[in-house]
């Protein structure tokens, strides 16, 4: 069964993040769901049940890293940034996610040649 | 290791939670008003905007769960939330609480003590370095069961130094000193050692140096001495100038070298030797045989060795015995035509036996293993009673709180959270109960010290250490776990409804819990009867032992040793000053008679000797070997031992007359049948050639010898006076009153014949008696107290269990009353379910009594395991107890009043 449109696929989540933080520098919550959902252009939300566990657990594992800082309204907000065990692990995720999609998209070039 | 680096910010999380909470809270609200900000960016009024963020944002609550549980330690957040509730509801009923873990106190306090005792005595391993390498060295005849494990000189030798498997073979034998210093004269324990004997240990200095092989060359040229820590300590108050100077051992000048490291006590743990001196001052403190280094039929020390780490028991003392065989075989050849075939066979035939030695020579280990295990096993079933009791305790307790836990359960909690708070609870009134027994287990484990025979009750090290703590906790912890599942399961099942309701419906869906509560009270009743049954029997047993016929009168006799030999005495002046004690003694008006003896009644050891008898022709391998005791004349006065026939020895049956000799009963019977013995002649000399040179003078009758449980011996004494060689004895004193009181008296006596002679190891011979007596006065006393514990919380739980179904019936009862019912129908409706179960109780306590029998029989003295009255008189004690427990809390109901009843609720 497909994913609802807009939903995060399973394991997907962690490269978002960590791409978006390496894309953009450090950020907030809210400007991390912000730019997921420009990028995406409106088809990707990160609801911030989803997004907030998934931040937590990515500074336990110590990939990213959190400062209290002022936003661009002088509002006080906790900023992410990537540290280096996460861009390593951003590297590691994002060959292991090529090779994936190098497979699929073999594979799938397999059944449509039938 | 990334998950050590998820459990560090856990951790940390775990001990900043409100920060983390704080941190969370600011962090969402930022977002959402970054949302507002954006929503009104896009034209809509603020409070418009702000609706719309929110409604965007969604709910926080799960988030906020997840981030608790994800951020922190939620296991013992919870349990320290438990902990918290626990310890408020037990500060709110602090009646509950004192019962349970005053109960909980005695009965774990119990366990941990008798634990420490079987610590100290069974798994106690001795402190020295790798205690595991080490093993005894034993030998196996084929006359004997058990193993020997004295061995001669020679072998020691030969196992030292042709031993392959051993990184080092170490002897020892004890011995006494009379050690003098600074004018003071005393008593004190010692032993010969080999050179290497700490060394093989891997035993330090404290100060000075230890002995070395070198201290142990030549014979009687070494006059050196090692002082134990604790006897440095009391003897000369730790002062560190004694090393080098010179103390007097039985009058020769040894010299200080050292003092051993503390904790270090030897390779005995009950004893603990003061003073330590080469094996090659044998001759000096051991005169008698002068040949005993170099005698291969003197066996006198004792031998530790230390295993190479790689070779394993079996193998070791594989390599030892080839060593041995030899050895024996050479010994053999060198005794030549002396020894004959028969005993040729029989010494070749012994067989090398290596001990694990860890714990050294464990004697106190063989003696009180049983005892003590038996102790352990009645102690525990003492705890399970006691928490059946309990759990009956927290069902009556569970069922009060049945509101509170309806409530929890209608507003959502989980029946698992549920029971483990309750668990809690109880595992924490478990530890409770731990810590304070602490308390009562070194109170117990120090009045049962006392009960272990003398010598080794003021040696003995009993620690409460890591293993009897982490024992403790372990205990404490299983208990809680014990006593408070049932109550826990209980609640996690109760209906919301029904609870909501109160339990006063009459036919409440509490019946459950009343049968679960009687089979509690079973289980108690059943556990509780065969601790009484035991202690009956050992109670019995006892009485038997001291109501034994000893032969002798065992009130009034002072008791005390002198050992003159050790200050470089003569026989023959030994046998003067003890001439001069007793005729001092005798002139006092508070001494009825006095003597000296070899060998003293009930002490434990006793002499044998071999003999010839007139007329007598033994079988091949007959026991010729009667007890043998040197005596002076006044023995069986002192002890108030009646003679059949002849005389006592007199003074003028000295060194130049006739030698006599005097015998019991047993012994005239088993030689000479009906003939009359006086005048016949026996021999102790072993060669068949010598004449029989000693006359029987008397007859006495039989006397308990060496313990009170023993058949009657064979038994002969010599005269003091025509021995030629005189060692240690012991004086009695037959006193007319109280015996203690004439100890100073006997002292300024020998103090005036000779200053520097210490008087040791002073009793009185009932003491000596009931000393022989330890282990079964410990589990007579010990299975009393638990029986009556036992017996007590179990007619407790059985009042509660009785009071709750009257309480709780107290309606229905009303009703039936009203309705006619009679004081006896309602007694009999209240208690017919308990009697029951206290019946079953019985029978199923009987049965495992009779089960538990076997275990028993070798303890007892003249009463059968399974001895009827004994099974008889324990269950009319607890029937009646638990009569009277029911009767109490049952009469209540009979007073019932209907018209109160009915409005009860």
Known sequence: ?114 | MEWLRIFAARLLGFFRKRQRDEDLDAELRAHVEMLTEENIRRGLSPMEARYAARREFGGVERTKVFHRELGGLPFLETLFQDVRYALRMLRKSPGFTAVVVLTLALGIGANTAIFSLMNAVLLQSLPVRNPQELVVVKYLSAQSERADEDFSYPMYEALRDKSSAFDGVLARSGVSFNATYGGQSEHATGELVSGNYYDVLGVRPWLGRLLSPDDDRTPGAHPVAVLSYAYWQVRFAGDPSIVGKQILLDAQPMTVIGVSEPGFFGTDLARDPAIRVPMAMTLVFKPIPSNRMQSVRHRWLTIMARRKPDIGIAKAQAATEVVHHQVLEEQLKGLGSSVNAHDRERILATRIQLDDGSQGFAHLRDEMQRPLVSMFGVTALVLLVACANLANLLLARSAKRCKEVAVRLAIGAESGRLIRQWLTESILLGLLGGATGILFAYWLKTGLIHFLPAEFSTTLRVPLDARVLGFLAVASVCTGILFGLAPALQISRSSVTAAMHGEASLASPGERVFSLRNALVFLQVALSLPLLIGAGLFLHSLRNLRGVDTGFVKENVFLANLNPALNGYSTERIRGLYHDLLVRLRALPQVRAASFTSSSAISGGWGQEGVRVEGYQPRQDEDMSPNAAITSPGYFASLGIPFIAGRDFTDQDNAGRQKVVIINQSFARYFFGDANPIGKRISTDDDPKAPLDMEIIGVVRDSKYVNLREKPRRHFYTAMAQEPHLFDMTLQVRTAEDPRGIGDLVRAQVHDLDPNLPLYATTTLEIQIDDSLTSERLLTWLSSLFGIVATLLASIGLSGVIAFSVARRTREIGIRVALGAQGGDVLRMVVSQTALSVGAGMAVGLAMAYALSRLMAGMLYEVGATDPRSYAAASLLLAVVAALAAYLPARRATQVDPVTALRYE
Not at chain 1, 9 to 27: E, F, S
Not at chain 1, 36 to 49: A, F, P, R
């Open chain 1, 1 to 114: 069964m497909a994913p609802p449109r807009g939903e995060v696929l399973q394991g997907t989540l962690d490269l978002i993040v960590l791409q978006t933080l390496h894309a953009m520098g450090p950020l907030h919550g809210y400007g991390i769901a912000q730019r997921v959902k420009q990028v995406s252009e409106d088809l990707l939300k990160l609801n911030q049940g989803t997004l907030y566990p998934a931040l937590l657990r990515l500074e336990q594992r110590g990939w990213i890293s959190s400062k209290w800082g002022a936003s661009e309204n002088n509002r006080k907000a906790k900023f992410y940034s990537l540290t280096r065990a996460g861009r390593k692990q951003l590297l590691a995720e994002t060959e292991s996610w090529e090779r994936m999609t190098a497979l699929m998209e073999r594979l799938l070039g397999g059944t449509e040649g039938v």
